[in-house]
């Protein structure tokens, strides 16, 4: 077995490790799912609604956080799982630059796993005090996929690069890019649960106060004009969502992502300015149009739009959490649209 084989394997072994701590992260959601919607009946809701007084899942968090109803050992073993697979993946990335005798970030296979490395630490980093499930099943799912993809569709095998990618700036430039392409990732997770726990404080806010109108006045009188969202709010404040009670609230999930896409926002900045200086080396200009110099470019745009609108124009909950979405997007398509589909100078996919 050839040190190429023995990493493929030990990547093989942490997309495995990976897939047990996603089933083990959703075991535990699941367990407190069940707990809480147990806690808080279809009827006790709905009687609670029309009489004005607030649902048993809105219980101040001190009740949620003393008896939470986690799987311990589900969570153990999601901890312990992701530690493995960290190790293994870890492993297979440094012996994949042995065997190829240059930093292991050459083309999108490497990306993928290094990138997919950097994304679990970080989560195992950000939880290292409280796990939050539902983060551990976003970003671990998507962990396991992209190593699958890598090993089924961006594998090539362990070579030599181009001329124009044999310098320093391939370990500055591309690994500052995947660094911030993991933060960015456990950043959109956290979004993501930060929008399913601001709609369930908001209609619990307006359940707490009945005389409030949720929907805008009709012509004809008094009555409302039901939102489009009514049935998604109802739903998320509803006992199969009295999961969220026991994650952090909206504004924490939120401050947690400004904190993550900022520093993901200053890697990002250096991966564009030190892209700039290596096409000057290379290429004898600082920028072209490239595809993949437009994409970045863009991603830079929206991320920076994103923290501008957060801090000076006061742009919070929703709102900023939608940016995060676009952003993380178009850090996608740059990635696999134009590597995979629009050819440039920096189609380095090598597939």
Do not use: C
């Not at 990493?7 to 959601?29: E, H, K, N, Q, R």
């Not at 073993?77 to 012996?95: D, E, K, P, Q, Y």
């Amino acid at each position: 077995m050839t040190t190429g084989d023995l990493s493929t394997l030990l990547v093989w072994g942490a997309a495995t490790a990976f897939t047990i701590a996603l089933i083990a992260y959703s075991v535990d959601l699941a367990r407190i799912a069940e707990r809480a919607q147990k806690r808080v009946p279809e009827a006790v809701l709905a009687g609670a609604a029309s009489s004005g007084m607030r649902p048993a899942t809105a219980v101040a968090g001190s009740e949620a956080q003393s008896a939470p109803g986690r799987s311990v050992r589900a969570e153990g073993i999601a901890r312990s799982t992701t530690l493995l697979g960290l190790v293994m993946l870890f492993a297979g990335i440094v012996l994949r630059g042995v065997a190829a005798g240059r930093w292991p970030t050459a083309n999108m296979y490497e990306f993928t796993i290094v990138g997919t490395f950097v994304a679990v630490l970080v989560l195992t980093v950000v939880q290292r005090r409280r796990v939050i499930a539902f983060v551990g099943v976003l970003v671990m799912g998507i962990a396991v996929l992209a190593l699958v993809l890598a090993l089924n569709v961006f594998y090539i095998q362990a070579d030599q690069v181009q001329p124009a990618l044999q310098s320093y700036w391939l370990i500055l430039h591309v690994g500052v890019a995947i660094t911030a392409t993991g933060i960015f990732t456990v950043a959109f997770a956290a979004s993501a649960l930060q929008i399913l726990r601001s709609y369930r404080e908001d209609e619990l806010a307006a359940v707490d106060a009945p005389a409030v109108t949720v929907g805008a006045p009709l012509a004809s009188g008094g009555a409302t004009a039901p939102r489009r969202s009514d049935g998604f709010r109802r739903l998320v404040a509803g006992p199969r969502f009295g999961w969220l009670e026991q994650v952090p609230s909206s504004r924490e999930l939120e401050a947690m992502a400004f904190r993550l896409n900022a520093i993901g926002f200053v890697l990002w900045t250096f991966t564009l300015i030190g892209g700039a200086i290596w096409a000057e080396h290379a290429w004898g200009r600082y920028w072209g149009w490239d595809p993949k110099e437009v994409g970045t470019f863009v991603a830079w745009v929206t991320y920076a739009a994103y923290l501008h609108a957060r801090t000076t124009r006061g742009w919070s909950g929703r709102r900023a959490a939608y940016f995060v979405f676009v952003g993380y997007a178009v850090v996608l398509m740059n990635f696999t649209v134009v590597n995979l589909v629009v050819s440039g100078k920096h189609s380095y996919s090598g597939m």
